[in-house]
């Protein structure tokens, strides 16, 4: 029994699932079941697409983010590859098995993934031109021969100069889906995860053309049918793989988080400075990001890095060189903090509807070094800036440029497949039928193991929602300092550090 993934990194569903111009996603919908997936916390593409593929939530992988903390220092940050990983994921457990894999595309997957069968490395590479970018090596050149030069993002992403990113955000996905095609016909697998960053570029380039709720939307914009363009696109690629698919194949098409517009940006160094809990020993003249600041560590009793969320931390004595909170009063002096935090309020002063986590309240487990408040304002409808000097609290658009969007708790999945094989138990599972209601990301990977007739893995920490009968119902690792420098500009320049 096969086994594809198609990724469509930051599908929403009310778009997904709502669109009646997309002849194949309906199809795969009336032979099988779709609706809503909720994400995990925080609803990122790294971790969330490694959740999903390991089932394990982002406190059991030990990777909150882009960038975590690597020790316990205050510069300790690191970018997060694919050696953070550590858990087994669905390619791992198969391989067990005797089964091929082939995985384009999946965050983090650089350096790319030495898997049994093949990878290509998603948007982190640095450079396809110049760096081995698959397992094994001579894949690369196999690509460049196939299709030139091959995109892994569209440079320039956070730009005013709509037209060239709107091509190249579509030719890069061309061209992946003709490497994925390639791959499909050519190679041997019984597992295939692909993930399309595209649409997630598209979201966030082209969102407020699209959405008449956006605070700066223009209806009379020549990009107003842009994200639906890319649907469209998304569709017909769909079709073509679709058509290349033998009859035991199940077919997922899966988004790792949602999309929803973006109000705009909640200082949040800017307001710990005013609340007295980040403490400078010189105000900053401009604007300056957090790591640039001269920090008062030995007054200082909270920070928080920026992006699409707030990681906040905590000065505790014992812990951090210079503590200054007591680790007897940490869990009370947390609450106050995040009382604080829910309490925040919008440019016109009312309540911003912050979601506030502790990361042991909403892990299985909680491995490396977490943050001790996650945060999402105004429930990810504001995103978190980390620089100091704004003259107000609220800024209405990115601090590291223009952005139409933020990430939404939740993503679509639709799930579909014909001819399965009996599980361990004899028994054969199928996927369910129409609109399913209460499906997460954690569910993804133990239903499809469970429909392939495999054993669902105990780590796996969600559902199968398949059904019996007729189916109603650790840290940074892997780049040089030259690398790590390129894939730091990008991450900043896509929003994910503030």
Same mark, same amino acid.
């Given at each position: 029994?096969?086994?594809?993934?198609?990724?469509?990194?930051?599908?929403?569903?009310?778009?997904?699932?709502?669109?009646?111009?997309?002849?194949?996603?309906?199809?795969?919908?009336?032979?099988?079941?779709?609706?809503?997936?909720?994400?995990?916390?925080?609803?990122?593409?790294?971790?969330?697409?490694?959740?999903?593929?390991?089932?394990?939530?982002?406190?059991?992988?030990?990777?909150?983010?882009?960038?975590?903390?690597?020790?316990?220092?205050?510069?300790?940050?690191?970018?997060?590859?694919?050696?953070?990983?550590?858990?087994?994921?669905?390619?791992?457990?198969?391989?067990?098995?005797?089964?091929?894999?082939?995985?384009?595309?999946?965050?983090?997957?650089?350096?790319?993934?030495?898997?049994?069968?093949?990878?290509?490395?998603?948007?982190?590479?640095?450079?396809?031109?110049?760096?081995?970018?698959?397992?094994?090596?001579?894949?690369?050149?196999?690509?460049?021969?196939?299709?030139?030069?091959?995109?892994?993002?569209?440079?320039?992403?956070?730009?005013?100069?709509?037209?060239?990113?709107?091509?190249?955000?579509?030719?890069?996905?061309?061209?992946?889906?003709?490497?994925?095609?390639?791959?499909?016909?050519?190679?041997?697998?019984?597992?295939?995860?692909?993930?399309?960053?595209?649409?997630?570029?598209?979201?966030?380039?082209?969102?407020?053309?699209?959405?008449?709720?956006?605070?700066?939307?223009?209806?009379?914009?020549? +990009?107003? @049918? $842009?994200?639906?363009?890319?649907?469209?696109?998304?569709? *017909?690629?769909? &079709? !073509?793989?679709?058509?290349? =698919?033998?009859?035991?194949?199940?077919?997922?098409?899966?988004?790792?988080?949602?999309?929803?517009?973006?109000?705009?940006?909640?200082?949040?160094?800017?307001?710990?400075?005013?609340?007295?809990?980040?403490?400078?020993?010189?105000?900053?003249?401009?604007?300056?990001?957090?790591?640039?600041?001269?920090?008062?560590?030995?007054?200082?009793?909270?920070?928080?890095?920026?992006?699409?969320?707030?990681?906040?931390?905590?000065?505790?004595?014992?812990?951090?060189?210079?503590?200054?909170?007591?680790?007897?009063?940490?869990?009370? +002096?947390? @609450? $106050?903090?995040?009382?604080?935090?829910?309490?925040?309020? *919008?440019?016109? &002063? !009312?309540?911003?509807?912050? =979601?506030?986590?502790?990361?042991?309240?909403?892990?299985?487990?909680?491995?490396?070094?977490?943050?001790?408040?996650?945060?999402?304002?105004?429930?990810?409808?504001?995103?978190?800036?980390?620089?100091?000097?704004?003259?107000?609290?609220?800024?209405?658009?990115?601090?590291?440029?223009?952005?139409?969007?933020?990430?939404?708790?939740?993503?679509?999945?639709?799930?579909?497949?014909?001819?399965?094989?009996?599980?361990?138990?004899?028994?054969?599972?199928?996927?369910?039928?129409?609109?399913?209601?209460?499906?997460?990301?954690?569910?993804?990977?133990?239903?499809?193991?469970?429909?392939?007739?495999?054993?669902?893995?105990?780590?796996?920490?969600?559902?199968? =929602?398949?059904?019996?009968?007729?189916?109603?119902?650790?840290?940074?690792?892997?780049?040089?300092?030259?690398?790590?420098?390129?894939?730091?500009?990008?991450?900043?320049?896509?929003?994910?550090?503030?």
């Amino acid at each position: 029994m096969k086994i594809l993934v198609l990724g469509l990194d930051c599908a929403a569903p009310e778009l997904l699932l709502g669109y009646e111009d997309l002849p194949n996603v309906r199809r795969l919908m009336e032979l099988g079941g779709y609706g809503r997936l909720e994400s995990v916390i925080p609803p990122i593409t790294v971790p969330a697409w490694m959740c999903l593929a390991t089932g394990q939530d982002p406190g059991s992988l030990g990777v909150y983010g882009f960038r975590n903390r690597t020790d316990h220092s205050y510069s300790g940050l690191g970018i997060a590859s694919s050696r953070s990983i550590t858990e087994p994921a669905i390619w791992d457990y198969l391989a067990r098995e005797g089964k091929r894999s082939i995985i384009v595309g999946v965050p983090p997957g650089y350096p790319p993934r030495r898997i049994n069968g093949l990878s290509v490395s998603c948007f982190l590479t640095p450079d396809t031109d110049k760096n081995v970018f698959t397992h094994p090596p001579e894949l690369s050149d196999e690509i460049r021969q196939l299709v030139g030069h091959y995109p892994v993002d569209a440079a320039g992403f956070r730009t005013n100069d709509k037209h060239p990113l709107r091509d190249a955000i579509f030719a890069m996905s061309r061209t992946q889906f003709q490497v994925v095609r390639h791959l499909i016909q050519n190679k041997e697998w019984d597992y295939f995860h692909f993930v399309d960053i595209g649409l997630d570029r598209i979201h966030h380039g082209f969102w407020k053309y699209h959405d008449p709720q956006h605070v700066l939307h223009e209806p009379n914009s020549p +990009f107003k @049918d $842009t994200v639906h363009d890319y649907y469209r696109h998304l569709d *017909d690629e769909i &079709g !073509q793989v679709l058509e290349l =698919l033998s009859e035991d194949t199940i077919v997922l098409l899966v988004s790792d988080h949602g999309a929803q517009r973006l109000d705009g940006g909640f200082c949040v160094n800017e307001w710990l400075v005013r609340e007295g809990l980040l403490v400078l020993k010189s105000y900053p003249r401009e604007v300056t990001p957090l790591a640039k600041l001269d920090v008062d560590w030995e007054k200082t009793r909270v920070w928080s890095e920026g992006g699409y969320y707030a990681r906040v931390f905590f000065n505790v004595k014992g812990r951090e060189p210079n503590g200054t909170i007591e680790p007897g009063e940490y869990e009370s +002096f947390r @609450d $106050t903090i995040k009382a604080k935090f829910e309490a925040t309020v *919008d440019r016109d &002063g !009312q309540p911003m509807g912050t =979601l506030v986590f502790k990361p042991e309240q909403i892990y299985h487990k909680v491995k490396n070094v977490a943050p001790d408040l996650i945060v999402h304002f105004g429930a990810l409808y504001w995103r978190s800036i980390g620089g100091v000097g704004y003259p107000t609290l609220h800024i209405l658009e990115n601090d590291t440029g223009p952005d139409d969007c933020n990430h939404a708790q939740f993503g679509a999945f639709v799930l579909a497949a014909s001819e399965l094989p009996p599980g361990p138990d004899g028994v054969v599972k199928h996927p369910p039928l129409g609109e399913v209601t209460g499906a997460r990301l954690l569910d993804i990977a133990p239903t499809l193991m469970d429909l392939a007739g495999y054993e669902v893995p105990e780590a796996m920490q969600g559902r199968s =929602l398949a059904v019996a009968g007729d189916g109603e119902g650790s840290t940074s690792g892997g780049y040089d300092p030259d690398d790590e420098s390129i894939i730091r500009d990008r991450l900043s320049g896509l929003g994910y550090i503030g």
